[in-house]
């Protein structure tokens, strides 16, 4: 589940190991590209970390923000990546 703090939604997916993880960024990268909205993301080994907001609204999340989370959540499930939120 996503949460919102900060300014910023935010959530955390593992995976089976690295290379699905990876595969996972690559498939989140071409729907950045679609919406012309692209994450702050982190990756260690399986784990790939979310924070997304929208700099051209002042930092804030917006329904922008919102549409790319639901993208990224349908990616995960695909993947059967473990949800988790730091």
Do not use: C
């Not at 950045?32 to 051209?56: G, Q």
């Not at 923000?65 to 990616?75: C, E, F, G, T, W």
Request: proline letters at 2%; charged letters at 25%.
């Amino acid at each position: 589940m996503w949460t919102e703090k900060n300014n910023h939604l935010t959530q955390s997916f593992s995976f089976k190991d690295f290379k699905e993880a990876f595969a996972f960024m690559t498939d989140v990268a071409q729907v950045a590209e679609e919406l012309n909205h692209h994450p702050w993301w982190s990756n260690v080994y399986n784990k790939v970390e979310f924070r997304l907001t929208t700099y051209d609204a002042g930092t804030t999340v917006t329904q922008k923000d919102h549409a790319l989370a639901k993208r990224i959540s349908a990616l995960a499930e695909q993947y059967n990546a473990k949800p988790g939120n730091d």
